[in-house]
């Protein structure tokens, strides 16, 4: 059994097996014989190397328990999957390198991490009140502080008369579907060695029903039977803990339509202004 899921296991096994308990601390059973050797069994069964006593080594009682686990984890594998706020997108199955083959071309951040472990981790630190608004209704961010990640580096920087010339541009669609429209970048095997570690991650989010929408309209398959209510499509490693502008380009490419990898949102021309006067003068590091 996982570590994630033993906190969730414990209280059904014991619900399941009948036995009714109190508080527990600093392993001290406040509660009568019987439920403290039953508390016992199950905290050894789901971790092994804490402390148990000799009741422990019962072989009828260990079967009493592998028969409850075994009927037990299916359910509360259910129950922990329901839960999650928060689950990455196969759109953003780019940045983790588990997904070679989408992640060795992508020129942003990826992540060492599994996408399982991303997601507990992003889910054990979600509080609904820290959602930001973003270019849509449909369009939300979350903030995390970065400890969790020091391959995700500092990818904006200023453009300067000393790194113009590094400058690359070229046209490029992030998958199939997509019409290909122009980029620039910093490369960044030519700027990007001393590269600071970022304080923080984006987490940008698109509501259920507005992944399903986009995935219908362009014949893709998303993850089958996620009822997730926030799906991560993109992550971006800054230093500061507010949204950076939206690239021009993406702006234009959302208001391209669902069809074309768009969004179907017509551009606002005041918030293309801002995110001109910002990007005129910096690019992205990849």
């Known amino acids: 059994v996982s570590t994630a899921n033993r906190e969730l296991l414990i209280p059904h096994l014991l619900s399941a097996s009948g036995v009714q308990l109190g508080i ?8 009568p014989v019987a439920a ?36 037990s984890c299916a359910s509360a594998a259910i129950m922990s999957a329901t839960t999650k706020s928060l689950v990455v997108d196969p759109f953003c199955f780019r940045q983790f390198s588990e997904h070679e083959e989408a992640s060795k071309s992508y020129k942003g951040t990826v992540f060492s991490l599994s996408v399982a472990d991303f997601e507990d981790i992003v889910n ?40 113009e010339h590094n400058l690359r541009t070229k046209y490029e669609a992030r998958n199939d579907k997509e019409l290909p429209v122009l980029t620039r970048w910093f490369p960044a095997e030519l700027v ?14 698109y509501s259920r029903e507005q992944i399903n929408k986009e995935n219908a309209s362009m014949g893709k398959a998303g993850r089958e039977g996620e009822t997730a209510p926030w799906g991560i499509v993109s992550i971006k490693a800054q230093d ?18 669902k069809e074309h990898g768009g969004s179907g949102i017509a551009i606002d021309r005041d918030t293309y202004m801002e995110a001109y006067n910002y990007w005129k003068d910096h690019a992205t590091v990849s």
Do not use: W
């Open 24 to 31: 527990v601390e600093r392993r001290t059973f406040r509660t």
């Open 36 to 71: 403290s050797r039953m508390k016992g069994l199950l905290l050894f069964a789901l971790n092994p190397s804490s402390p148990t006593t000799p009741i422990l080594r019962s072989s009828a009682v260990h079967s009493l328990v592998n028969r409850k686990i075994a009927s």
């Open 124 to 163: 054990a630190r979600y509080d609904e009140a820290n959602l930001k608004d973003g270019y849509a209704p449909f369009c939300k961010h979350i903030f995390i502080e970065n400890d969790i990640a020091p391959e995700a580096k500092v990818n904006v920087l200023p453009i300067t008369k000393d790194n």
């Open 192 to 205: 990007g060695a001393d590269l600071p570690s970022a304080k923080y991650l984006d987490l940008i989010l």
């Open 240 to 257: 500061v803990d507010h949204e950076l502008p939206m690239t021009p380009i993406t702006a234009m490419r959302n208001a391209l339509g």
